[in-house]
């Protein structure tokens, strides 16, 4: 068995041609397009790195994740790496021409991946895409296992990648490019001074992790900034058991949104209006502390306590009749 996936491998990579810097420049200039810095647009042209992206993911035909949605395709650079490896690709693309395009790239460069229709492309909005797209465009079923691998849009890298683990419960690993200020913000560790947000609600769903830098000149046109890979592993339900109740996780989440808008006031002062003193207290947490200084589970054992606080369903159902 091995010795057949490793012979159909090299049998994909022979078939596939990933895309270079002139390869890339001539399908641009073939259907008139041009990266913009409205839509995050810096297409990759060293097929090193792709494939090294597709290897860090361990996707495809020998790996445990064959179904792969990556967004911002572009010209086809990392999709062609994926269909190398064995992955049935669910392409979401905001761009209509090159969503039109993408198909024909793939045609040309790996015949064989279009012949078993291993991709399939959804044109819309990363952030607005749902299940049922995904059903009915692709066939995806977003309630099963699936990785998320893709060199994400800079400018909305954080809200997919938090939207997507949200919207779909499938999602079990990801492997995302993106700006390096974005992947050190969203692997930070409380005490950081670029410990926020992001790092405390990725943090409710799994593990994430830097897996190295990728230079600027893989890219056409060259960014001004660095790029690093991250790496990131949902826990199971079992992992996350307790720790993460799905009850308590708007609440929570509302809590660590009202802590980081005012960062440099203590959880007493930014959490007014949201949890008292006493309850911080009484969840084990030093009201005196910044929210920087928080743990995702600390912030769980905020909400614990705030919700102990909370009309049962049953008063509520109460008031609810009543006013009716």
Known sequence: MVLKCLLVTKTQEAETHLLGASDIQRIAASIGVTPTKKLGQNFMIDPG??????????????????????VGPGLGSLTLALLEAGAHVHA???????AQQLPLTVERYAPHASTEQRLAVITRDALKVTAEDFHATTGLDTAEPFALVSNLPYNVAT??????????????????????E???????????KIYGSPSVKLAWYGKAQKAGMVGRNVFWPVPNVDSSLVEFTRFTPEQAGASRPAALKALTFELIDAAFAQRRKTLRAALKGHASAEQIATAGIEPTLRG???????FVAI??????????????DTVGKEEQ
Do not use: M, W, Y
Not at 58 to 69: F, I, R
Not at 92 to 98: A, R
Not at 182 to 192: C, D, F, I, K, Y
Not at 305 to 315: G, L, M, Q, R, W
């Open 92 to 98: 979401v693309e905001i761009d209509t021409t090159l």
């Open 182 to 192: 974005v992947a050190e913000r969203l692997t930070a560790a409380p005490g950081s």
């Open 303 to 316: 909400a614990r306590e705030v919700a102990k606080a909370a009309p049962t369903d049953e008063s509520t």
């Open 292 to 298: 920087e200084k928080l743990t995702v589970d600390d």
């Open 49 to 70: 790195t792709v494939r090294r992206i597709a290897r860090t993911a361990h996707v495809g035909s020998d790996s445990a994740h064959t179904q792969v949605v990556e």
């Open 159 to 180: 809200p997919i990648l938090l939207t997507f683990l949200e919207r779909f419960a499938g999602l079990s690993s990801a492997v995302v490019l993106v700006q390096n």
